[in-house]
């Protein structure tokens, strides 16, 4: 149960955001928004609790009033710095309440910097476990812990992926199979034990943060992959475009907003002024196998 | 300049004795790490290829033979004359063992998440390696022949064996099964003593029968194979008096324990050159702040740690070795805040490749700053070779 003080913080952080949300300019919907599709929010390295960390959830709550996506996906460093209860509600409470309130669900995935107790906390619905699975609509999500990635889980994710049905595989984690931002770059070592898994059970797309930047690979062995790290920290400038680059954003914060519909998905990527930054389509059967 | 120039001759005289002990035990590990280091930043694919692919021949069973090696040097150390006979010797740095290793603990718990990566925290085992070793070799420069190195000494085995026993009982990746691997373990332990009732004198009978089903055991349990000759190595047969620390066996010495010696001896020496390379391979751009914690924690938190506990132990009555001062005390906290070749192992037991195992990794090769550190402490302090006659 929240304390008295906490409710009345957060009832005014609702009503703040609601103000500033309507201010904000609209934005252009470049997804097909069709009834009955998945709509999710990918989102990562985003709580610091603050100003840019709040401007660019106004924008996500602003896209929801177009897009009504009910899924959060976060890709790790949920939470920088201190992480006791009051960081919880400053660094994801406050400025989340809006989707919150409209009954978003947050499934969150553990970085570097978040502490393991984050497991049990009910709004990322970890259910107390490092990595998990479920399935929404065509799509099984698989929320891995690329910080410790042992053998128990990597048995795991080969019988979870074995196991899945759906037409959509989705797995998403905070450290970059593929990533050309300067700071860290490429898990080369986790690629190495996991593309293997990935590519045998026809993996579609992987999300990942770690690298405060956005990036769209060119599909790497028919692997969709995206880096999008600037939730609420940004590394501006510290993208190096390769060969393996398709589009890369790092002047501003920004998270992706996805649809999944039949053998399609689309993205698009707004970032904290409300631009689009990138937009697409991925169709499943483009998987080379 | 006239103190100078009665060191240099001291110092000389010590080199051939410590150059052969270097060349024997101290290059190739690093030649691997260095290799590793450089391998993974230019060609990380095919370097992770590499030693995924011999990583558990490497860590699970070729250091098997190094950890018996260790093992051997210590249980010769329980013969008269060497530095565990009588036992009640190794009290003193037993008793600061603890607090070599408690404190430092402690302050890597708080410093990895002052740092901001408290994911990190599960590596605390890690701050209680001690690199016997090298450790060994820079106190011996400092030291030469005083009651400060077998301290050391001392000190750092018996800092492993608690971070042994603590990477059994905290590994979040162990999947425990001690009750199955207890009772082969007594079979193992049962064939060994078997043999040395027998006066069975190869040192191979032991290896391959008590040893092969100790493996096993380690193995089955859960606990590091890489240990599997520890408890088998003390029923080999071997010399009635210590000869020394870090004393090679000769062909002279026929005792199972010297042979098993002269046979591995390079064998465990290319285990190391591989260890290094399959587990030192840190690539730069994963580092962040959290690879300071280590080096922070051994380099402030073993000499503070040893002054804390043998301070305890003197207030509880017993005494410095002679000729010791607390001052030795500083210079061998830093001596003793080299982790490198265990607590590389302690990493690679600890944790999956990824991030953390970075880190850590690159935190245990800062530890090595300890060399310089102990040198400069004991030129600033006077202790040693640097103290005033």
């Known amino acids: 149960m929240l304390s008295p003080e906490r409710r009345l913080s957060l009832v005014l ?34 709580g610091t609790g603050d100003r840019p960390q709040y401007e660019l959830a106004q924008q996500m709550t602003k896209a929801r009033d177009s897009f009504p996506f009910d899924l959060v996906i976060m890709l790790g460093d949920n939470m920088y710095g201190s992480q006791t209860p009051a960081d919880y509600v400053r660094k994801f409470e406050q400025p989340y309440a809006p989707l919150l309130a409209a009954g978003v669900r947050f499934h969150a995935s553990i970085g570097n910097h978040d502490r393991p107790e984050q497991v049990s906390y009910k709004h990322f619905n970890m259910n107390g476990q490092r990595y998990y699975s479920y399935v929404r609509n065509n799509v099984r999500f698989l ?35 593929y990533s050309n931002a300067a700071r860290h770059g490429s898990s080369v070592d986790l690629r190495v034990l996991l ?56 002047q501003d914060l920004s998270f992706m907003l996805v649809e999944v519909d039949g053998a399609e998905m689309f993205f698009q990527v707004i970032s904290r002024t409300g631009q689009t930054v990138d937009s697409g389509t991925i169709r499943r059967q483009e998987q080379a196998q | 300049m006239s103190d100078d120039s009665r060191r240099i001759p001291v110092w000389r005289a010590s080199v051939p004795r410590l150059s052969a002990f270097a060349v024997e035990h101290l290059l190739l590990l690093p030649l691997g790490a260095a290799i590793a280091l450089v391998w993974v930043n230019l060609a990380p694919e095919s370097y992770y290829h590499f030693t995924y692919a011999i990583a558990f021949a490497v860590n699970d069973v070729a250091m098997m033979f190094f950890f018996a090696l260790v093992t051997k040097e210590v249980v010769e150390a329980t013969a008269p004359g060497g530095v565990l006979h009588p036992w009640r010797r190794a009290l003193m740095p037993v008793m600061a063992s603890i607090g070599a290793t408690l404190i430092p603990a402690l302050i890597y718990s708080r410093a990895v998440d002052a740092l901001d ?13 001690t690199d016997i070793a090298v450790s ?78 100790s493996w096993w055991a380690f193995y089955r349990s859960g606990l590091h194979p890489a240990l599997a000759l520890v408890p088998i190595v003390p029923f080999l047969p071997h010399a009635a008096r210590d000869p020394g620390f870090f004393v090679d066996a000769s062909p ?64 509880a009555g017993l005494h410095l070795p002679q000729r010791v001062s607390w001052r030795d005390l500083v210079v061998v906290g830093f001596t003793a805040a080299i982790g490198f070749s265990i607590g590389l192992f302690f990493c690679s037991a600890l944790l999956p490749p990824g991030q953390l195992r970075s880190e850590t990794s690159m935190g245990v090769l800062l530890t090595l700053v300890g060399a310089p550190l102990a040198l400069v402490a004991a030129r600033l302090l006077h202790v040693g070779r640097f103290a005033r006659h």
């Open chain 1, 13 to 46: 952080a609702l009503v703040l955001v609601a103000a500033s949300v309507a201010a904000l300019p609209a934005q252009k919907a470049l997804l097909p928004n069709r009834s009955g599709s998945l709509k999710f929010l990918a989102l990562g390295d985003n």
């Open chain 1, 143 to 177: 929320a891995l812990d690329s910080t410790l990635m042992d053998q128990k889980q990597v048995a795991w994710i080969e019988t979870t992926l074995r196991g899945a049905g759906e037409e959509w595989k989705i797995c998403y984690f905070h450290h970059p199979l």
């Open chain 1, 195 to 250: 593309e293997p898994l990935f590519l045998k059970y026809r993996v579609n797309v992987v999300f990942s943060g770690h690298d405060h930047v956005y990036e769209r690979l060119v599909p790497q062995k028919g692997i969709h992959y995206f880096v999008s790290g600037s939730g609420g920290q940004l590394r501006r400038g510290n993208m190096r475009r390769s060969e393996q680059t398709a589009f890369a954003f790092d």
């Open chain 2, 117 to 129: 990566e408290p994911v990190l925290s599960i590596a605390w085992p890690v701050s209680f390696a």
């Open chain 2, 136 to 213: 060994y070799f820079i106190a011996r420069i400092i030291f030469q022949l005083h009651p400060m190195v077998p301290f050391l000494l001392l000190l750092a085995i018996a800092s492993d064996v608690l971070g042994f026993l603590m990477l059994a009982l905290f590994n979040p990746a162990a999947d425990l099964h001690l009750v199955q691997g207890a009772l082969i373990m007594a079979g193992a332990i049962g064939i060994a003593f078997s043999l040395r009732r027998a006066r069975v004198k190869s040192f191979w009978t032991y290896l391959l029968a008590a040893g092969g089903l």
């Open chain 2, 252 to 315: 002279a010495d026929k005792d199972a324990l010297s042979q098993f010696e002269m046979w591995w001896r390079y064998p465990a020496q290319a285990a190391l050159l591989f260890f290094g390379l399959v587990n030192a391979g840190v690539p730069f751009r994963a580092l962040e702040a959290g690879a300071w914690g280590l080096p922070i924690a051994v380099i402030v938190g073993r000499p503070l740690g040893i002054l804390m506990a043998v301070g305890v132990a003197v207030a």
